[in-house]
């Protein structure tokens, strides 16, 4: 079965850098989540887009910001990294038929390892 | 916000042991789930799980709602079985993030 994709795997960047993450759902999944999980922490709740529309917002800096596409694609763009940006970033999708009956499990991906020097 | 708490935070253990992992959670959920970290930082599915019983192989969980808990159960345990299991939950339904908790980190020693 189709699985969340979510690219690039691995990324190196220098502080003050941008960097561009990117997400594609399972497909008919409607929902996309982003979720920071730093060196030994739990994942954190970033941000969520529903039907290309922000829907809820966790602890994600002003210096990120993200989007849902037509194609239901997502993208976390993020500026000015510093070292403490340095983490796992994962993207979850949910949505499909199971909305209907109240199931709203969400699906990871393989995440993106952001390294910043 | 919601508080998830889970015990014990490391388990060690002999292959073929069982074991019973806790999360307990401050306010009424309508979404939790079960996931295991691999060494390689995957975060695989077990159980979507906002009530009542499921098992699948050797795994099972259960929710209480009413009483703000949840157990999974792992059977003959595998050195496979190794990682760290989160449990996670959503409180207000559509497409509210999940809070996790800080996780078991599980040792399969061989």
Redo the contacts between chains.
């Keep these: 079965a189709a699985g969340v994709i979510q690219s690039p795997r691995h990324l190196i960047k220098e502080k003050r850098e941008t960097a561009t993450l990117k997400c594609y759902p399972i497909p008919r999944h409607d929902?996309v989540?982003w979720?920071q999980q730093g060196p030994g922490q739990?994942?954190?709740?970033?941000?969520?887009?529903?039907e290309k529309m922000q829907?809820?917002k966790?602890s994600i800096p002003d210096r990120f910001s993200a989007q849902q596409f037509s194609d239901y694609h997502s993208e976390l763009n993020m500026s000015s990294l510093e070292l403490g940006d340095s983490a796992?970033y994962?993207c979850a999708s949910?949505g499909g038929p199971g909305v209907l009956s109240?199931?709203?499990?969400?699906?990871?991906g393989?995440?993106t390892?952001l390294t910043v020097v | 916000g919601i508080q998830v708490e889970q015990s014990p935070p490391d388990l060690i253990l002999q292959e073929g042991a069982n074991s019973t992992l806790r999360c307990n959670f401050s306010d009424s959920v309508n979404n939790l789930q079960w996931f295991h970290q691999n060494p390689w930082g995957q975060l695989i599915n077990l159980f979507y799980i906002p009530s009542g019983t499921k098992q699948n192989g050797r795994l099972s969980a259960t929710t209480v709602a009413t009483e703000r808990y949840s157990l999974l159960y792992i059977s003959s345990s595998q050195t496979t079985d190794s990682g760290v299991y989160f449990c996670a939950v959503g409180t207000r339904g559509g497409a509210d993030g999940l809070t996790f908790g800080k996780g078991t980190h599980l040792i399969i020693q061989p």
């Design positions: 929902t989540y979720y739990d994942p954190q709740f970033l941000i969520s887009f529903y829907s809820d966790g796992l994962f949910s109240g199931d709203t499990e969400a699906f990871f393989q995440g390892r």
